[in-house]
């Protein structure tokens, strides 16, 4: 080769160093080398001697084999070796790249030293690589939280399914007009608490879905004003009785049409916490109007109130952030605001507050008018003309609770699979009520066997429940229906709603769904006129409850009387069964703890705390959620710790119990009526 | 003397590079320093009487960036398939990456490592899975680059699966 030192000079500068391939791992340096090259083979300036490479590096004597692959076929190109770090003389690290080419028509391996570029090169793999990892991390901590989150939903649907069970039992008797009002009262009261825990798991939801706007199930849009109606009309007496005035706009014409994008239920909530924020910093005697003003693509609904307005330092984005509390009269969680907030944006619109010129403040929210008009729902849905989209029962009209509820006109035969005893009674109960026989079977085996056994109209199915759960045993039935051809009506009954959850139920067969705690309306309503199929837009954003209400300040007894309503032959029965099958399902938890089965202690943990929720024993609940929540992570390491908790709590609880039953033997009466709390009313007698 | 080559396989930020470094250099860094491309190392043990050079080759971890060479596994006796576990997608991406090697190079002395086994609280392999894979054939180590752990042991054993083989 002809040699041209700038060239060659220009060749080294750049950090490669070019060898000719002798044949038999031998290699000639050619022109002028660089100096790490020099240091690392002594194939420096000038250097004539013949080098073997591979000898010298192990990693360039696996690369020769694919240079020698390439030398010798008539490839076009080169091959190149892939960056690899050489180690030097002292220690010293160099990372190099090798390719090899023919030039000339010679075999020549070109060796570029990468130390100018590799550290910018590592820096950004590393920076993507931390967050790839930050990802993965974050990703995780949602995932445990989920976790919790289900199974506190799950936890606290339990006990509100018994009350709301327990009132719409009482509703069915011949009550007095005092202890009518009494009853339905704790039917609007449970049905609030429902409301608000899910408001506040969706909340914490919302962020997510947020991303998605508008939501699928906002997209026919609902009617602002009847929603403003609506709210006004359920709201007024609370504020009568506060000596507020709370009414409609006058200039608010309600029968004109004004939807917009978003959904009843959600809009009903919007309203119902801007008036509760609006009921909390409003004087006695003063009014709080809603109404609704035009603009042009949008509509915009405000409350105004005659409160002191705004405190000056007051932002929107303050006022509707997480958490947010007012400093004087602060109202709950700090969530109501926004969720608002959320929900609106979601939705294409915005929200805000401001002081009033006139005095008060003014919270509004804009929202774009719907692109499709629906027709408005009907106030009441007492015929089954329009067949109920299965879906939460929170997302069902709230006239369906309005239903007149007494013997159903067609007597069904229902198959109810319930693992947890006291809603399975409270459901038998209600249904003999309606006039429907019932089939009970506690796990999805045993209504497998049923199943084999008789024809039912409906199968209602918990999700959650020990040896088969809703889901399996659900497959199950599809399975052997793909034979018959036959369909038969599965409803889930579950605590668990999120969109997720509900492609599960799809994914198994399940026609439809009831959300923990159900009304017994929506139950009548939903095996009498029973879905077919999961209506997937509907269900998209149903998310599941989650709060951390305090547990009352009870005693067992006291417990048991308020949750079964004073029934004491219930009581008898539930504290008999609970004796009976605790010690079994405790050794099922002692078990998979000492043999680290996270499988078997996340069921034999939430099968032990479903019976003991119905006891109210909060401690023994929570020690035994978190053993569940532990086997759902696959995360044992304070297994044992908990398992202590709970073993201790477990032990409390069976003392109570025993001396409970002890005491009813005695007094042939359970709970004696002594525990009963003393009312807390101060009405007078 | 016996030479022996070793590929220390799986996704990235398993801490193959802390292994290595451990085992060589008796050193570990709290730093994180992605590896780019392949380092070889080397390290005299003596088994059974005997002395033999393992050369370890350092690769870089899988991922989006950067996919394994199959030709950086040319001549290899045996392997460490390295997982964080901590992290449970890694054990499962290793198990893949394990299945591509044999189905190219058939089967080859391995070892499956748990790597980072201080972090216990943060641990996400199952007992259950642990188990399986014990079951369906493999030798498998909880070590922890940063404290030592088992990290010869995980050596030793491959190189007498090497010897053995």
């Known amino acids: 080769m002809d040699r041209n030192p700038i060239f060659e000079s220009f060749i080294a500068d750049q950090g490669y160093a070019l060898f000719e391939y002798l044949g038999n791992g031998a290699f000639r340096a050619i022109g002028n080398s660089s100096e790490w090259c020099e240091k690392m083979w002594g194939a420096g300036k000038g250097h004539e001697k013949t080098l073997r490479l591979a000898d010298e590096s192990p990693f360039l004597e696996n690369f020769l084999v694919d240079a020698e692959g390439f030398w010798n076929s008539n490839r076009p190109g080169g091959a190149t070796s892939g960056v690899w770090i050489e180690r030097g003389p002292g220690s010293s690290e160099t990372p190099l790249e090798a390719t090899a080419l023919r030039l000339e028509g010679k075999p020549v391996l070109v060796i570029h030293n990468l130390a100018g570029t590799y550290a910018e090169r590592q820096k950004l793999f590393q920076t993507a690589r931390d967050s790839l990892l930050e990802h993965e991390r974050l990703i995780r901590e949602i995932q445990k939280k989920e976790i919790l989150l289900h199974c506190i939903v799950h936890d606290l649907s339990q006990p509100l399914s018994a009350m709301r069970g327990c009132f719409n039992i009482l509703s069915l008797e011949k009550l007095s007009g005092d202890v009518k009002r009494m009853v339905e009262t704790g039917q609007r009261e449970s049905h609030r608490q429902e409301q608000m825990i899910r408001g506040i798991l969706e909340a914490f939801s919302g962020d997510l879905a947020a991303q998605q706007s508008p939501a699928p199930e906002a997209a026919g849009g609902a009617s602002l004003a009847a929603s403003a109606q609506r709210v006004v009309q359920e709201l007024s007496p609370a504020f009568q009785d506060k000596g507020i005035r709370l009414r409609l706009d006058p200039a608010l014409d309600v029968s004109r049409e004004s939807n917009v994008v978003g959904d009843a239920s959600r809009l009903e909530r919007i309203f119902g916490n801007l008036l509760e924020n609006a009921m909390r910093y409003t004087p006695k005697g003063s009014a709080v109007t809603v109404g609704i003003e035009e603009e042009g693509p949008f509509l915009l609904a405000f409350v105004d109130d005659e409160g002191p307005g705004l405190p000056p330092d007051a932002s929107a984005d303050r006022l509707f952030a997480l958490f947010a509390k007012g400093k004087d009269r602060p109202g709950k969680a700090g969530l109501g605001l926004y969720f608002c907030r959320i929900t609106v944006e979601r939705w294409g619109g915005k929200i805000g507050a401001e002081t009033r010129k006139s005095g008060g403040s003014r919270f509004w929210f804009r929202l774009p008018r719907a692109t499709k008009i629906l027709p408005e729902r009907k106030p009441e849905l007492a015929a089954p003309a329009e067949k109920p989209r299965f879906v939460a029962a929170e997302r069902r009209p709230a006239a369906v609770a309005r239903l007149r509820a007494g013997k159903s006109p067609r007597r069904l035969n229902i198959l109810l699979a319930e693992d947890t005893d006291v809603n399975r009674e409270l459901v038998i109960e209600l249904l003999h009520k309606r006039g429907h026989t019932v089939v009970a079977a506690e796990n999805g085996r045993q209504a497998l066997a049923a199943l084999a056994k008789e024809r039912f109209d409906v199968v209602l199915m918990d999700e959650q429940m020990p040896e088969m759960d809703g889901l399996e045993a659900t497959r199950a039935i599809r399975a052997q229906e793909a034979s018959s051809g036959k369909h038969q009506i599965i409803i889930g009954l579950t605590g668990n709603v999120t969109h997720e959850d509900n492609e599960r139920r799809i994914e198994a067969g399940m026609d439809g769904f009831l959300a923990k705690p159900f009304d017994m309306h929506v139950l009548f309503q939903t095996v009498e006129s029973p879905p077919r199929g999961i209506d997937r837009a509907a269900a998209a954003h149903v998310v599941p409850a989650q709060a951390a209400l305090a547990p009352p300040a009870e005693g067992v007894a006291e417990h048991l009387w308020r949750t079964t309503a004073g029934n004491e032959k219930l009581i008898r029965s539930l504290v008999k069964s609970f004796l009976a099958d605790a010690p079994k399902k405790f050794s099922g938890i002692r078990r998979a703890v000492s043999q680290k089965n996270a499988e078997k202690l996340a069921s034999a943990a939430h099968a032990l705390k479903g019976a003991m929720g119905i006891f109210g024993a909060q401690k023994a609940v929570a020690a035994a959620r978190n053993l569940e929540a532990m086997g759902r992570a696959g995360n044992l390491q304070d297994a044992a710790a908990e398992f202590r908790a709970l073993e201790e709590e477990l032990h409390h609880l069976t003392r109570n119990l025993l001396a409970l039953q002890a005491e009813s033997k005695r007094a042939a009466k359970l709970p004696a009526k002594p525990h009963r709390p003393a009312p807390r009313s101060r009405r007078k007698r | ?165």
């Open chain 2, 1 to 165: 003397m016996l030479q022996k080559k070793v590929c220390m396989l799986g996704s990235f930020s398993v801490g193959k590079t802390s292994l290595v470094r451990r085992f060589v250099e008796s050193i570990f860094s709290e730093a994180y320093h992605t590896s780019i491309g392949v380092k070889v190392d080397k390290k005299v043990v003596r088994l059974d009487g005997q002395d033999i050079t393992l050369v370890l080759w350092d690769i870089h971890g899988e991922d989006i960036f950067q996919k394994l060479q199959i030709s950086y596994l040319r001549g290899m006796s045996g392997y460490l398939l390295v997982a964080d576990g901590t992290r449970r997608q890694t054990l499962e991406d290793a198990l893949a990456l394990s299945n591509r090697v044999t189905e190219t190079m058939g089967k080859i002395p391995a070892v499956l490592v748990l790597n980072k086994n201080d972090l216990v609280d943060q641990w996400e392999i199952e007992p259950q899975r642990e188990s399986q894979l014990a079951e369906s054939g493999w030798s498998i180590f909880r070590s922890s680059a940063r404290t030592g752990e088992h990290v010869e042991d995980v050596f030793a054993s491959l190189a007498l699966s090497m010897l053995k083989k």
